[in-house]
């Protein structure tokens, strides 16, 4: 095994045992009251069966449960060959929706190292080189030098072609490409405007596209369920409309409230797109959209025909043919109801893949407008189209930034004007906004927990922005009595963030809660004679 500190790109080649091994007192250090000693679980080692089948050689962790070891040399050999054949595809392919800043990424890296103190990995792995968002890079650089130049041909080494290719290499890299977030952080504080992330995306879908090796969680049980139930949860159409009703009785059982969800409204000036996540984990996120819509007066309608129903497209962190897939069939639905726009509640991803990846997809008469909730949740406070009392959210409230939102999009006034508004305890985060850190589960990562994987991302991935979390909360982290309220407006990072408290025992010891921003407004209505947030209920 070798020191972190010594590790090189060429290393990745080397067919012995695992390159590095993380240790807990290495780590970032965490922030009172988790600089006590027994406040962090301990990292374990991958079990021995693992190591046999899967790529546990990089960092002992598996994150692609789906590549698995050769029992051949001729099954080495292709896997290599399909690799090699694909990354050459990758610098012409007329499909690469990127190829230009791909190529001006390869090429034109300055190796000042700039990223990685951007890199919320890099720093809370201990800065380990193995994370440096140019290492991984840096590999991808040397084994095309090796393949597509004549100078790399001839000279090998002495012009930086010095690795060796073989399946721990490739695998090694495969499993690389899922220790980032695809936050883009990193592109953002690159002086050149590099992105390092456009590079991973690559390598996940050579790996995917062209190898057919992708995690299940995003694959088998993401893209093909959503395009074969209509959900990446699995809810068929019936099922959803069964949830509907329920949470129908809900509304009026628990707050009094009528409330009848409309389905396939023709000609509705807005279809509501929600992850299908929040119907079965958080179905108080749809109930809270639901209340704030009637209350406001909107003319608005959910969609019961496959795909209308979930906004979810996994595509967009590991294969463009199924990204296409879903934008287009997502698109169809509200083309054929006739609504005026798509809105597309609190899903980070989800705005996208709808907004950013779909619009580049779906083309002239056949797109309607795609929006964000934020600036419409603004709108309705700002307009002041609902009643709200800012005295029943008086605790301490933080604000998660969802990468895709604000990195992505650019929307970050419309949810802290929100706050302002109905929290008098709200705080920031540091930093916050553009530059915030990514939960810990972009990119896929807050719904992989193969094998091992959910620890490293508890470790590593999320660490900073428990940091974040502890940092905002210091003033009253130790006082129990103290709700203490993470909004966080994305299904995915809300999934990142409930694992990092339970990982840590932080609502049980310390009453950190989290939840999303509808949430929180409902909860502020004056019309509503109880809590909304249950916490609260106590």
């Known amino acids: 095994m070798i020191n ?23 780590l970032m250090p965490l922030l009172p009251p988790y600089n006590k000693p027994g406040m962090e679980p301990p990292l374990t080692d991958p079990k021995p069966a693992w190591q046999e089948k899967f ?38 392919d007329a499909n690469n929706g990127v190829l230009q800043p791909f190529l001006l990424s390869f090429e034109y890296c300055a190796k000042c190292d700039t990223c990685s103190a951007a890199c919320h990995i890099y720093e809370a792995s201990g800065k380990n080189e193995l994370y440096r968002p140019i290492f991984r890079s840096e590999v991808l650089r040397k084994i095309a030098k090796k393949y597509f130049t004549l100078s790399g041909k001839l000279l090998g080494g002495f012009v930086g072609a010095d690795i060796d290719v073989n399946w721990e290499t490739i695998a090694r890299l495969g499993e690389l490409a899922y220790r980032c977030n695809l936050c883009r952080r990193c592109a953002q504080t690159c ?86 996540g929040e119907y079965m984990a958080w179905p108080e996120n749809p109930i809270a959209f639901a209340i704030l819509f009637e209350e406001a007066g909107l003319d608005w309608t959910l969609s019961s025909e496959i795909t209308g129903y979930d906004n979810v497209n996994y595509g967009i962190w590991y294969d463009d043919f199924q990204a296409k897939t879903l934008a287009v069939k997502q698109m169809k639905v509200a083309k054929e109801l006739g609504v005026n726009r798509i809105v597309i509640a609190e899903c980070g991803h989800a705005h996208k893949a709808s907004a950013i990846v779909g619009d580049r997809m779906v083309y002239g008469d056949a797109k309607v407008p795609v929006e964000s909730c934020l600036p419409l949740l603004w709108d309705m406070v700002r307009d002041k189209r609902l009643r709200l009392d800012p005295s029943k959210n008086n605790f301490p409230v933080t604000l998660h930034d969802p990468c895709n939102y604000v ?11 929100v706050l302002k508004v109905i929290s008098p305890q709200f705080r920031e985060m540091t930093p916050h906004g553009v530059d915030n850190y990514c939960c810990g589960g972009g990119g896929g990562f807050a719904i992989t927990n193969s094998m091992n994987f959910s620890e490293w991302r508890n470790k590593i991935s999320t660490r900073m922005k428990f940091n974040q979390i502890l940092g905002a909360f210091q003033d009253s982290m130790e006082n129990i009595s103290i709700p203490k309220y993470v909004c966080a407006p994305c299904s995915n990072c809300k999934g990142a963030i409930r694992d990092i408290l339970e990982f840590y025992e932080a609502t049980e010891k310390f009453n950190v809660q989290y939840g999303g921003l509808v949430e929180l407004m409902v909860n502020a209505l004056v019309g509503m004679d109880k809590p909304f947030l249950e916490f609260l209920e106590d």
Do not use: W
Not at 4 to 26: A, F, H, S, V, Y
Not at 407 to 417: H, K, L, S, T
């Open 4 to 26: 972190e500190k010594d590790l090189r790109p060429q290393d990745m080649g080397r067919r012995d045992e695992q390159l590095i091994k993380l240790e807990t007192d290495k």
């Open 55 to 92: 790529c546990t050689s990089l960092d002992g962790y598996v994150g692609i449960d789906t590549l698995i070891r050769p029992k051949t040399q001729d099954e080495e050999d292709e896997f290599v060959r399909k690799f090699i054949f694909g990354l050459e595809k990758s610098f012409s």
């Open 191 to 276: 002086p050149l405007g590099l992105d390092n992330a456009i590079l991973t995306k690559e390598i996940r879908k050579i790996f995917s596209q062209e190898m057919g090796i992708a995690p299940l969680p995003l694959h088998t049980k993401g893209t093909v369920l959503q395009l074969k139930t209509g959900s990446s949860t699995g809810i068929t159409k019936p099922a959803f409309l069964d949830t509907i009703e329920f949470l129908e009785e809900e509304i009026e059982e628990k707050y009094g409230r009528k409330i009848k969800f409309p389905i396939d409204k023709k000609g509705a000036d807005i279809l509501l797109l929600h992850n299908a």
């Open 407 to 417: 990195r992505g999009m650019g929307i970050v006034e419309p949810q802290r004007n």
